[in-house]
């Protein structure tokens, strides 16, 4: 579990600095598993802000290199959907914004697709309080919601970890 938190904190860290052009809402070509991979703080700023705010939920793809993906999702302060997955957990670190977080509970109105379940909302579970700068780890298996996002915005690097404990 350190292992991964060490990642991520990497990852965080690198978004500051940077090669590879990218516009936004393409996805980024894949991570060369032979050289680093880099975004610059400005594509993301500029990749995020193309997103606007009419959907709950938009995100940009910063690396990919199987069987791990790093998103930052960019999510406005409207009703967002609750989440199970199966076979990963989810590393989320707070880029800006803040939010509330539930875990745990039963999802209300849930719809498999595959490996993962979504609702529109928790019973029950436990409320957490995300501000820039916190990680916060979700097991495989564990329901999630953000029950809150202040506004304006709030926007979290997601970083799935396939066959995570």
């Not at 690396?63 to 999702?73: D, I, K, Q, R």
Request: overall charge neutral.
């Amino acid at each position: 579990m350190r292992s991964y938190a060490a990642i991520a904190v990497l990852l965080v860290i690198g978004f500051g600095s940077a090669s590879a052009q990218r516009g936004g809402g393409q996805a980024p070509p894949p991570t060369d598993p032979t050289v680093g991979t880099q975004m610059t703080a400005a594509e993301l700023s500029a990749a995020l802000a193309k997103l606007g705010t009419e959907r709950p939920n938009a995100s940009v793809r910063v690396f990919s290199l199987a069987p791990y993906t790093v998103n930052v999702e960019h999510r406005s302060a409207q009703p967002q959907a609750a989440s199970v997955h199966d076979a990963e957990a989810e590393l989320f670190y707070v880029v800006d914004g803040s939010a509330t977080m539930v875990t745990g509970g039963k999802v209300i109105g849930e719809t498999r697709n595959g490996a993962n379940v979504s609702g529109k909302s928790i019973e029950g579970g436990t409320p957490h309080k995300l501000n820039k700068g916190d990680f916060f780890m979700v097991p495989k298996g564990v329901p999630h919601w953000f029950s809150q996002i202040d506004p304006p915005v709030l926007n979290i690097m997601s970083f799935h970890l396939p066959m995570a404990n």
